[in-house]
């Protein structure tokens, strides 16, 4: 919701807090500050309010960008870049590009030069940026980010930590954070100026955030510290807005007519210094506790009187059921039963339209509070992570270093076995080349082994022919000749066909003669089968195709044919795809 009252309340307090001196006094005494810390905060507590004057904006910061420049002070090139993104929000009143890209510029410049107290600044000032125009989802991270810096940043380092930890506090009171709120406020408060708006301020909000999560007696404590210090300053509003808080306590305890005097002293000083929305509640909080006295004519002043201070806002809706509820509760004691139904009637209008509003609220509120505890959940792995990278590099410095003590005290005996290690050496050479001939010996017999089956097969081949033309010049007639070379012919054959158990042994010989040349020629041609293999084992052997016949168990004509298979297959695999 963009409006005035939006801004005041959140905007609103970049201005609040600055200066109204003008640019040349004020860029003066920046000059003059030489603490960087102060330095810092006189640059940020520049006005940037110019409406839709941009050219002025730009025109009015620069001489604290040519500063920066000059001293090369990223803080205050930091700072130059927030202020552009203040100016630049108030001039298009909403979310806009050039805002969002002064704020890139400044988180990118602090990051990249390791300033993690302005990095968390920065991220406050981003998130309540977007707060600000209600975009409460692209807050939340920023918000989140600088929840995580702030645990390892000191708390006197920071700037205008009053203001930015106020920032942070309306957030998470706003999400149903209380505790959190209180937490930033109580570490801000020592470093507020004593006795000054800002200080009544906090403590007041202190005070509101407990009595928000029932802490009642401490909600007591930090009104009764918020009076005195508004009692010194002589700060007229704020003792009739904190009367008005105290008032509840008053009239909880049954001190009645307390409360009430307590209540008209809010209204009044409310009035008189123009703090119209604290006498509208006020004065709904008056007619009330008349009503609870019965006292119905002074209750219906009061509560037309707060009606009077109400807008036509979503602000207002919640003050507008409340006061439809008092005027029906004043019409039943006065016995006006038209008047009450009415006002009933009303009462209802309200309350359905606040439910349909705070039911979308609590369920945004669950996701807000769904989105904190997984990002936080998120920031402790990764914190579980960094320590554990963080023993790992402990164990490996401990690992070298003991590293280094036995490699010192394996030199220092080195010496002491260097004979031996010659020794050994030899001794090794020895049984190496022993290792050496045994190796070319088993070679040289498998070598005669492998001549031996070649010849072998040959010899073999010649009979198995011979015992073929027998069988085919053999009279036919003598049968009993004919079954007998036909049993020898078979005998021969079976006795000749290679196995896959032999083929295997085969092969094992095949290899340790022929080394590394079979697999040379499976990775040359991937697609090679087993029986592909044993082909080229025999080719390599060069056997006769009948020789592989009788082999292999295969007709002639079929080894021709796998012949002819496995060229062509080895052609297909050389040529290019």
């Known amino acids: 919701m963009k409006t005035k009252l939006t801004r005041t309340l959140f905007l609103g307090l970049f201005f609040l807090w600055g200066i109204s001196l003008s640019w040349g006094q004020h860029m003066n005494e920046i000059i003059a500050t030489k603490d960087p810390l102060k330095q810092l905060e006189k640059v940020l507590m520049s006005p940037v309010d110019y409406k839709q004057d941009t050219l002025t904006l730009q025109k009015n910061l620069k001489p604290i960008l040519d500063l920066a420049n000059k001293e090369r002070s990223v803080p205050l090139k930091w700072a130059y870049y927030m202020l552009m993104a203040d100016g630049y929000s108030i001039a298009f009143d909403r979310v806009n590009p050039r805002t969002d890209h002064f704020f890139s510029l400044g988180e990118k410049l602090v990051f990249d030069n390791d300033y993690p107290v302005l990095q968390m600044v920065g991220n406050v ?73 800002k200080q009544i301020d906090m403590t007041n909000s202190i005070a509101v955030y407990l009595r928000r999560d029932s802490l009642f007696d401490q909600s007591h404590t930090y009104f009764i510290q918020a009076m005195q210090t508004a009692k010194l ?70 509560v037309h009187n707060s009606m009077q201070l109400m807008e036509d806002k979503p602000y207002f809706l919640s003050f507008k059921r409340d006061a439809a509820k008092a005027l029906s509760q004043i019409a039943k004691g006065m016995g006006q039963s038209d008047e009450e139904l009415r006002q009933l009637h009303r009462f209802i209008s309200y309350e359905d339209s606040l439910e349909k509003r705070n039911s979308n609220s609590e369920m945004q509120k669950i996701s807000w509070k769904w989105e904190m505890e ?46 031996i290690r010659s020794a050994h050496l030899e001794k090794e050479q020895l049984a190496l080349a022993y290792e050496k001939q045994l190796v070319d010996q088993e070679l040289l017999v498998l070598k005669d082994s492998l001549q031996e089956f070649t010849n072998t097969i040959k010899i073999n081949d010649q009979t198995i022919n011979r015992l073929r033309r027998e069988l085919l010049e053999e009279n036919k007639h003598d049968l009993e000749s004919q079954t007998q070379i036909a049993k020898s012919l078979n005998m021969m054959l079976e006795t000749h066909i290679m196995t896959d158990e032999r083929w295997m042994k085969f092969k094992n010989v095949f290899d340790k003669v022929h080394p590394n040349f079979l697999q040379r020629q499976k990775e040359i041609y991937p697609k090679l089968t087993e029986n592909d293999l044993r082909l080229i084992a025999l080719g390599k052997l060069e056997l006769s195709n009948r020789s592989m016949s009788d082999l292999l168990g295969v007709s002639l004509e079929g080894i021709k044919k796998a012949k002819q298979r496995l060229k062509k297959k080895l052609d297909e695999m050389d040529s290019p795809s």
């Open 125 to 197: 000032r981003h998130g309540s940026y977007y707060f600000t125009y209600r975009a409460v989802k692209e807050a939340f991270p920023y918000f989140l980010q600088a929840a995580d810096l702030q645990k390892n940043i000191a708390t006197d380092k920071v700037p205008l930590i009053e203001m930015h930890y106020n920032f942070l506090a309306r957030f998470y009171s706003y999400i149903g954070e209380n505790a959190k709120a209180v937490e930033y406020l109580k570490l801000a408060l020592p470093y507020t100026e004593k006795l000054s708006r």
């Open 233 to 302: 300053a002589k700060d007229s509003v704020w003792i009739g807005i904190i009367a008005g808080n105290l008032a509840d306590f008053e009239w909880e305890k049954g001190n009645k007519d307390k409360a009430m005097a307590l209540v008209r002293q809010n209204i009044d000083l409310s009035l008189r210094y123009n703090e119209l929305l604290d006498a509208m509640r006020a004065n709904l909080i008056l007619a009330s506790m008349l009503i609870d006295q019965k006292q119905w004519l002074k209750a219906k002043e009061h």
């Open 374 to 419: 997984r990002y936080e959940q998120a920031i402790k792995i990764a914190e579980n992570k960094r320590q554990q990278i963080k023993q790992t590099y402990q164990y490996v410095g401990v690992f070298l270093i003991l590293i280094f003590v036995i490699v010192l005290l394996l030199i220092n005996r080195t010496k002491n076995k260097i004979q």
